[in-house]
């Protein structure tokens, strides 16, 4: 139901953004739209989110100045531009989507629907 795309190699000070596309039904039923990442033995950690109409952007301490969150809507699709990357910004990432109506969303709990993660590599 969503499908992320965009991760790769990238030498640190570079940049990648992440695509993530949603069946139609899924992205209609978002609240809130969002990325997760998670490392080798850590666990999964809030990068961003935003709600539905684009007026609430919330992220990580660790990303925040360097990565962006956006939406197309007439795409279905929700983005990650991620630039001044580190190497410990090496992960998988998840798109995800929260489909219950709350004032915030940063939990990976909260989310309704999860894609299939993309790696990405930041070489120091």
């Known amino acids: 139901q969503l499908q992320a795309s965009g991760g790769g190699l990238v030498q640190a000070g570079g940049s990648l953004r992440l695509s993530c596309t949603a069946a139609?039904?899924?992205?209609?039923?978002?609240?809130?739209l969002g990325w997760f990442r998670q490392a080798p033995g850590k666990e999964r950690e809030f990068v961003a989110a935003?709600?539905?109409?684009?007026?609430?952007?919330s992220y990580g301490v660790s990303v925040k100045g360097r990565f962006t969150i956006s939406r197309a809507h007439a795409e279905k699709t929700i983005y990650l531009q991620m630039n001044s990357l580190k190497p410990e910004d090496t992960a998988v990432y998840f798109c995800?989507?929260?489909?219950?109506?709350?004032?915030?969303?940063?939990?990976?709990?909260?989310?309704?629907?999860w894609g299939q993660g993309t790696l990405v590599t930041v070489s120091s």
């Open positions: 139609e039904q899924t992205y209609m039923s978002a609240v809130f």
């Open positions: 935003m709600n539905w109409r684009g007026d609430w952007k």
């Open positions: 995800a989507i929260d489909a219950s109506v709350r004032r915030t969303s940063t939990q990976p709990e909260s989310y309704d629907y």
